[in-house]
Nanobody
C-alpha cells in the first residue's frame, strides 16, 4: 500500500512562513496529482493547491500569490511553501495523492495523509 508522511506544520505569527512536505512511500509506479487540502474547525475540507506530474498547478483563490506548490517526481514528494501567512490559514493540512498506480497494478487509487496542524497567530 501507500503511506503519506507529512511534516512541517507548526505555530507561526501572521506574516511568517512555513514549508510543508509530504512523501509518498510504497511500490509506486506513478502519481497523477499531488496536493494539499486544509480543514479549519467547523468548516469543510478545502483544496489549497495541487500539482500534476507534468507540473500543472491549481491554487485556491485565497492563497494565490502567497503559497507555492512544487513536486519532486523522483522522490514522490510534494511541497507547499506558505508565505505571508494569515490567521485564516489556520487548520489541519492534509496531503492528498490522486491517480496512484502501484507497480504491477492496473488500477488507480487516491490516498490521504494523517494531517499536520498549521496555526497562525495574529
Amino acid at each position: 500500500q501507500v503511506q503519506l508522511v507529512e511534516s512541517g506544520g507548526g505555530l507561526v505569527q501572521a506574516g511568517g512562513s512555513l514549508r510543508l512536505s509530504c512523501a509518498a512511500s510504497g511500490s509506486i509506479s506513478s502519481i497523477a496529482a499531488m496536493g494539499w487540502y486544509r480543514q479549519a474547525p467547523g468548516k469543510q475540507r478545502e483544496l489549497v493547491a495541487a500539482i500534476t506530474s507534468s507540473g500543472f498547478t491549481n491554487y485556491a483563490n485565497s492563497v494565490k500569490g502567497r503559497f507555492t506548490i512544487s513536486r519532486d517526481n523522483a522522490k514522490n514528494t510534494v511541497y507547499l511553501q506558505m508565505n505571508s501567512l494569515k490567521p485564516e490559514d489556520t487548520g489541519v493540512y492534509y496531503c492528498n495523492t490522486k491517480g496512484v498506480r502501484l507497480v504491477g497494478s492496473r488500477s488507480f487509487n487516491d490516498y490521504w495523509g494523517q494531517g499536520t496542524q498549521v496555526t497562525v497567530s495574529s
